[in-house]
């Protein structure tokens, strides 16, 4: 599939704001993070800044951005409408949530409850946007159980290691805090590998024969294309990367996205909050370009079953 | 409809007008509706009236629209400012253009007519154009026929008055075995898929021969893969077979052909070969009822085919069947033999030869159509033997296409199924005498100063006689036609005239005058050359070899820079046409059809239809019939009014329908005025029907002859007798030993000897042939893409999509062989030259061949395409790779790369061998051209949005 | 509405014949043709005279060569949208804006609320979607929606423009749940398949398979006439000339 840079920069972008979401929504009420007005207003002002661009820019991905809106409507069938439902719905609880902490410094009640209400949807949305791709049988990569883990896990990892440093920023130094990212990052390295690991194994069950069905008459091979020049569909599926590169860029997506940041974190736990800062800092680039990577190779490796039609032999 | 979906205008006008015309994307000539809205071309359908396509539209059909709106047309007259071939152009006036050619042409009409070489492309007005060149006075003229269909219409002509293509059809609803052979998409474009499409309805079993197994071929019961230019030794086999196993229709050949005829043994006579002729002049045979000679054409004679008879002068005299029958039933065309040199396995010879015999014998079919045959005699039924072929440039493009071609006539003929119910119908005008009576016009000493030719250019040499050469049989037209070298040019060698012209060979010419023909590019062969004529200079002076070139074209071709004069014409869509019985007709087997093309919408561009600019020229040359006796204009409305009012014989004008006073007169008749009104009235053409005792048999049915000759398509009504042996070859083979008045020089002799042999034969093309086959091991050849049609689909933007580029297609084992994968680039290397190109591997093609998709490479500017388009990129042509002449002989003469009897360019003779290009060679075709530069400015949208227009009428 | 009408009163489809297609791509240049003035104007080109032409065409020709050596063949193969019965690219619609009729199963895009998001031609596993990069939107066969119910057309003239145009007649218009209709029981003669059933998208198109190729004849096995291969040339030369030396009435 050709990467869609709009849509991998809005689930990379909103994926660690929905995430760090979850984490204020859940942590606020229990009180494991400051209360204060600043705290929220920097805390939940990042998420859902990180949200709001991420959506934004995904909107840059359409054909009439202006139409967006209409994206709403379909939410009975489509994980897409869902998923524009779900990271609406999101706001409501996230700013009334923001109203308690920001305006009253309240997490308590009212407030905590549209604060697990938040999480609830923030969850919901990274559902559904690991959904958009997992409902799709076309893509191979694509459609199996760990897609959607993946995107729920890297969406918190990503927030944890975010409020790892916005905890650090306002002059709190905790040891869960980096464990937590520790841990979320060690869960979605887990999934993605899994992820990978399917994605590899995953049989190609689509061959040129069957497309065509003239595989009674034997092997078929393409002799001309319907135009010389791509067209949209190659285009747009058609992309390929090779196999020696993916691997390289895999393991450079798992170095940026898990190692550099897990090592970052341990060390925090040992080192004082200057560098702690400058630590945190690291680790949430380190991660953001591997996710980055990570989603590119998500579209760069994904075979789309209609490529059989335009020379491959099976998807 | 439930809630939810939204409502969707469903009955939208197509547009707010819809005109009928003809359709111009290929020669096929399909019947067409173009819809207009807001003054735009919306959609252009099939007319399902019109007899050739009846509805359907061909893929080029379908995207005429952008065709018609094309960045590459011509916007207005352009002379030449810059040195040739650099495309710099000053525009000017229509006044200036056409004072400019009548000037040039004017002049060399005084002082020698010949000094005028008027070629054209493939328009389709040849009528006109003809015309104009005899009231000019030029011998020299023709259309591009010489290197497109000649062999296929001279050995029908000469063989039984038709041919394929253009003068006949295969009966598709009957026949219940179709053999086609070397048919790409080619022509008949429409009329030959429907058919196909009837076919396998019908389950009746298709045979393709062809090289390549595409398009056609691909849906074909069996393919036969054929080795180039060999299918004349695979119809001598099956030649071979039909006469071993007894399996041919005698009694059609006593009475349809000339197989009884008598032919003279007397070698070293000056007559031997000859028919045997009576008092009468008429052809003798011998009589089996009373045992003597007799006139071959007398009705009721049962006349010999086999034995050997004494003439009244003592010598000795044969049936023309017997030597036929002893070379097929020789050792040289068994299915062995024919295995050896076609590739195809000598039991699929067989078994070929054994179903056609079935079908026409065992499958016979009878039609309860009682009709009368020449003589008078009434028949109750018309028997059918329901074989039936097709063929096309695999056979028509080789050196041995003309003799290729009759041996599948023979065939047709021995199977006794021409123009017979499921067999070969001829389309009328046809058929014509063997051959047609007109002979070539520009005999020595008839060109003179300020006047006419006394006859049309072309014609149909009967023998050395009436060929066009001066005392020491040196050719007097500049193409050579009609000479020694091509004796039987039918329609002239237009692939020759450049470079004949620039070598003064056999003599220069003043002004070159062509129309609608790309000779700088994919018309010509070897590219490099032509090039260099065009723009070579006459040595010791400072004027081009060939000093004034006038084109006009719709489009910035290639050709186009290399003019000195442009006068842009028109698309097809802006233009009266006609496509008349005079030319190349439309008819149908159960009658004859013409066509008109009327202007569907307005120029939009200082442009004017070819053929109305022609008629002003021939009005300001004050040629005769294009001026009263007064001097002024006889055609002041142009074309149209040249099409109604224009009489080439008493009654006789370019369309046949709608004639006289009351537009009731078919054929023959007196102008009408409404003429036009009626064909548009009639959806632009208009077809008669015959009567059906006037279908089959045509050439031996009284009732049609006699209509014929009423109408005029033939002079007299008798019977058309089929030429299996012909007599004419011979008389040029006399005159290569030695005999007659007009003799070839020594250098031809040889050649006059062995190919003007009056009975068919096979013989191998003659660039295989005189080259080394080791080092040149495979043949090469092209065809045209569906799609396309000539070099024309690259500037359409919907065509160009489906092929901007082309392959060579290559047989995966050879490729293997040759250490090439798919979508490698390999150089193809010829006798002449290199080229590089991309290469995809196949199965479905003869493995000593490799062939592409014709004229989709394009030179860099050209067609309104940006310098970088695929098809200047990665695109190629082969014709760098053929030489126009053959290696040269022994006395130093070249003859060139054609067929020796008529003249018709052998392209697909072509021998190569393919090698591996390096890898940093990867990536771009060669030979690449110097980019030409651009006329006018013009520009490319970088988006088109064609119909954005017509959004607002769906919602 | 992109949830699918729980039946659709007619399913309207093609029925493509291999066997007969030569791949002439008139179907093709027609339906660009019409639909870049119909209901879908514009199907738009890119760079339509320049290096990397492309444009929207709602049905392309593909050629494929199968098996080997003389088993092999090449068959022409025209696609475009096969009008699912379960059309996933509908269901994964976000707007709305694509749907299928429940009167007659067309799938169709309402370009004026598509928001060219492109997922629907991820979720066709037969490509039959194009994004039209100028227009912004998703383009499809819309099986000429706007000339099948067209009143003011003559009555023939209501069918698809790429059966319309096909010259050899390799393409078929008509209801396929209607088993007694003219399409079913061709594709039911005929062997019609669907593409990629695996899918589950149930096209309502089917395809007839090319038919077994005839390379003999009941006629190569015993012909008439001399099929004897006995003596050498110069007795079957002898032989022919005297069955032809006969008394031929002319």
Not at chain 2, 825 to 852: H, Y
Not at chain 3, 26 to 48: H, I, M, V
Request: glycine share 10%; aromatic share 10%; charged share 20%.
């Amino acid at each position: 599939m050709h990467p869609a840079y709009s849509v991998i920069f809005f689930t990379t972008a909103s994926g660690a704001g929905y995430g760090l979401l979850i984490l204020l929504g859940l942590l606020g009420p229990l009180g494991w993070v400051p209360q204060t007005s600043v705290f929220g207003l920097v805390g939940l002002g990042l998420a859902l800044t990180l949200v709001t661009g991420g959506l934004l820019s995904s909107t840059a991905h359409l054909g009439h951005p202006e139409r967006a809106w209409r994206a709403l409507s379909q939410w009975r069938s489509s994980w897409l409408s869902r998923e524009g439902v779900a990271s609406l719905a999101t706001y409501v609880p996230a700013g009334v949530l923001g109203i308690g902490w920001v305006f009253l410094e309240r997490t308590d009640g009212f407030f905590a409850a549209m604060g697990v209400l938040a999480a609830v949807f923030a969850v919901g949305t990274l559902v559904c946007t690991g959904m958009i791709y997992a409902s799709l049988p076309t893509i191979r990569a694509w459609h199996q159980p760990f897609v959607v883990p993946v995107y729920v896990a890297l969406g918190l990892a990503t927030g944890a290691l975010l409020l790892s440093l916005l905890l650090l920023l306002v002059g709190v130094a905790t040891a869960w805090a980096p464990w937590l990212a520790i841990l979320t990052l060690a869960a979605a390295w887990l999934l993605k590998t899994a992820s990978w690991a399917r994605a590899d194994r995953a049989e190609r069950i689509y061959t040129v024969e069957q497309a065509t069905g003239l595989g009674r008459f034997g092997k078929v091979r393409p002799l001309e294309p319907p135009h010389t020049q791509p067209n949209y569909v190659m285009r747009e599926m058609g992309y390929r990367i090779g196999r020696k590169h993916a691997q390289k860029l895999r393991r450079i997506a798992v170095m940026l996205t898990f190692v550099v940041p897990v090592l970052v974190s341990a060390l925090m736990l040992a080192a004082g909050s200057g560098i702690g800062l400058l630590l945190a800092l690291g680790a949430v680039v380190s991660a953001g370009a591997g996710v980055l990577l990570e989603r590119w190779l998500f579209f760069a490796e994904a075979e789309h079953v209609v490529m059989i039609y335009y020379g491959r032999e099976a998807a | 409809m439930p809630t939810g979906e939204p409502s969707i205008a469903l009955s939208v006008p197509v547009g707010d007008a819809a005109k009928t015309t003809t359709c111009y994307m290929c020669a096929c000539r399909c019947g067409i509706k173009v819809h207009l809205r807001n003054g735009k071309v919306r959609y252009i359908e099939g007319n399902r009236d019109h007899p050739v396509n009846r509805g359907v539209l061909c893929g080029k059909g379908a995207a005429g629209i952008m065709q018609h709106y094309s960045p590459a047309r011509l916007k207005a007259p352009l002379k030449r400012v810059g040195p040739r071939g650099s495309g710099e152009f000053a525009e000017i006036g229509w006044e200036e253009a056409l004072s400019i050619a009548a000037g040039w042409l004017g002049e060399v009409r005084e002082r020698d007519p010949s000094r005028l070489a008027f070629f054209t492309g493939r328009d389709q007005s040849q009528a006109l154009t003809g015309w104009f060149a005899q009231q000019f006075g030029t011998p020299n003229f023709a259309a591009h026929g010489g290197f497109c269909s000649v062999n296929m219409a001279a050995a029908g002509l000469y063989t039984f008055g038709g041919s394929f293509w253009e003068f006949g059809d295969p009966d598709w609803d009957r026949t219940k075995y179709f053999m086609l052979f070397g048919v790409a998409e080619d022509h008949a474009s429409n009329p030959i898929k429907a058919a196909l499409g009837r076919l396998k309805a019908r389950g009746v079993k298709i045979v393709a021969v062809n090289p390549v197994r595409t398009g056609y071929n691909a849906i074909a019961d069996q393919w036969i893969g054929i080795r180039p230019g060999t299918d004349g030794m695979l119809a001598g086999a099956l030649i071979h077979e039909l006469l071993r196993t007894q399996r041919i229709d005698l009694e059609y050949l006593v009475r349809y052909t000339n197989a009884p005829w008598l032919v003279i043994r007397d070698p070293g006579a000056g007559d031997d070969g000859l028919f045997a002729r009576g008092g009468n002049g008429k052809p003798l045979a011998f009589d089996k009822q009373s045992g003597a000679l007799a006139d071959a054409t007398l009705a009721g004679i049962a006349p010999a085919l086999v034995g050997e008879y004494e003439l009244a002068d003592g010598r000795t005299a044969v049936p023309s069947f017997v030597p036929m029958a002893e070379r097929f039933l020789s050792a040289e065309y068994t299915p062995e033999k024919a295995a050896a040199v076609t590739g195809v396995p000598a039991e699929t010879i067989r078994r070929l030869a054994r179903e056609l015999a079935h079908t026409a014998f065992e499958q016979q079919i009878s039609l309860d159509v009682p009709w009368t045959d020449w003589a008078g005699r009434r028949h109750e039924t018309m028997t059918g033997r329901p074989v039936s072929m097709h063929a096309m440039r695999g056979i028509s493009a080789h050196s041995n296409g003309f003799h290729t071609c009759r041996l599948l006539h023979l065939l047709q003929i021995l199977l006794g199924s021409i123009d017979c119910p499921g067999g070969f119908r001829y389309k009328p005008p046809f058929p014509k005498p063997t051959p047609p009576p007109n002979r070539p016009a520009g005999k020595l000493g008839t060109v003179h100063p300020g006047k006419p030719l006394a006859g049309s250019p072309l014609g149909f040499p009967q023998g050395p006689e009436d060929l066009l050469v001066d005392g020491d049989g040196r050719p007097l037209r500049i193409d050579k036609a009609y000479s020694w070298d091509a004796p039987v040019a039918a329609h002239g060698l237009m692939h020759m005239v450049i470079t004949n012209a620039a070598n003064a060979d056999p003599y220069p010419v003043d002004v070159l005058f062509m129309y609608m023909a790309n000779m700088s590019w994919n018309s010509s062969m070897n590219i490099p050359a032509v090039l260099r004529y065009l723009t070579e200079k006459a040595p010791g002076t400072d004027d081009y070899s060939i000093p004034r070139i006038i084109y006009s074209d719709a489009y910035f071709s290639e050709m186009v820079p290399y003019a000195d004069l442009i006068l842009p014409d028109t698309t097809y869509l802006e233009r009266w046409d006609c496509i008349s019985l005079l030319d190349r007709p439309i008819s149908e087997p159960d009658g004859p059809a013409d066509a008109i093309r009327q202007p569907v919408v307005a120029p939009d561009r200082d442009v004017r239809p070819f053929q109305a600019v022609l008629i002003d020229l021939g009005a300001r040359l004050r040629l005769p019939g294009f001026v009263d006796e007064q001097g002024a204009p006889k055609y002041p409305g142009g074309y149209a009014d040249y099409i109604v009012n224009h009489e080439r014989g008493p009654g006789i004008g370019p369309l046949a329908g709608f004639r006289g006073a009351d537009g009731r007169s078919y054929g023959k008749g007196a102008p009408n005025p409404r003429q036009l009104d009626e064909y548009i009235a009639n959806g632009c053409f208009h077809q008669h029907h015959l009567e059906p005792e006037q279908r089959f048999y045509k050439h031996a049915n009284k009732a049609y002859l006699e209509w014929a000759k009423e109408v005029g398509f033939v002079g007299s009504a008798d019977p058309i007798i089929f030429q299996l042996y012909l007599e004419p070859l011979q008389r040029f083979r006399l005159a290569a030993r030695g005999h007659g008045a007009v003799q070839p020089p020594p250098s031809h002799r040889r050649r006059i000897e062995t190919f003007f042999d009056p009975i068919p034969f096979w013989y191998a093309p003659f660039e295989g042939a005189v080259l080394d086959e080791a080092e040149y091991p495979l043949h090469a050849v092209t065809q045209r893409p569906m799609h396309m049609y000539h070099s024309w689909g690259s500037q359409n933007a919907w065509l160009r999509q489906i092929t901007a580029e082309n392959r060579l297609y290559i047989h995966r084992d050879r490729a293997l062989a040759l250490g090439v994968g798919d979508d490698d680039w390999v150089w193809i290397t010829s006798a002449i030259g290199r080229v590089k190109c991309q290469v995809r591997l196949m199965e479905g093609v003869n493995p000593d061949t490799v062939w592409t998709w014709n004229a989709v490479g394009k030179r860099a500017g050209a067609w309104g395409l940006a310098p970088d388009a695929p098809e200047a990129t990665r695109g190629f042509l082969l014709n760098h790779l053929i030489s126009e002449l053959l290696p040269e002989r022994e006395g130093g003469y070249r003859f060139s790369n054609s067929d020796p009897v008529t003249g018709q360019a052998a392209w697909y003779d072509l021998r190569v061998r393919v090698e591996r290009a390096k890898p940093d060679e990867a990536g771009e075709s060669w030979p690449r051209f110097e980019r030409l530069a651009d006329p006018l400015g013009q520009t490319r949208p970088a988006v088109s949005a064609f119909g954005a227009d017509f959004r607002e009428a769906q919602r | 509405m992109t949830t699918l009408p729980r039946s659709t009163a007619r399913k309207l489809g093609l029925v493509i014949d291999l066997d007969t297609c030569v791949g002439c791509q008139a179907c093709a240049t027609s339906c660009k043709e019409w639909n870049t003035g119909g209901y879908s104007a514009p199907l738009t080109d890119q760079d339509p005279y320049g290096a990397d032409p492309h444009g929207a065409w709602l049905n392309r020709v593909h050629a494929y060569e199968v098996g080997e050596g003389a088993q092999s063949r090449t068959v022409h193969f025209p696609r475009s949208c096969l009008h699912c019965e379960t059309p996933a690219c509908v269901t994964v619609c976000p707007t709305g804006a694509s749907y299928k009729r429940a009167e007659d199963g067309i799938v169709l895009v309402n370009p004026d609320t598509c928001i060219g998001c492109k997922l629907c031609s991820w979720a066709c596993p037969y490509g039959a979607r194009e994004y039209d990069y100028a227009d912004g939107v998703m383009k499809k066969c819309t099986l000429c929606v706007d000339r099948i119910y067209n009143e003011t057309f003559a009555p023939e003239d209501r069918i698809p423009v790429c059966v319309r145009a096909c010259p050899t007649g390799a393409r078929h218009f008509g209801d396929l749940g209607d088993p007694a209709s003219a399409v079913s029981q061709l594709a039911a003669e005929r062997g019609g398949f669907d593409l990629l059933p695996e899918t589950g998208c149930k096209p309502v198109n089917k395809y007839l398979p090319p038919r077994p190729r005839r390379d003999a004849t009941a006629a190569s096995a015993a012909a008439t006439g001399v099929s004897a291969n006995s003596g050498d040339e110069a007795s079957a030369s002898a032989r022919f000339f005297a069955w032809a030396d006969k008394v031929l009435s002319r």
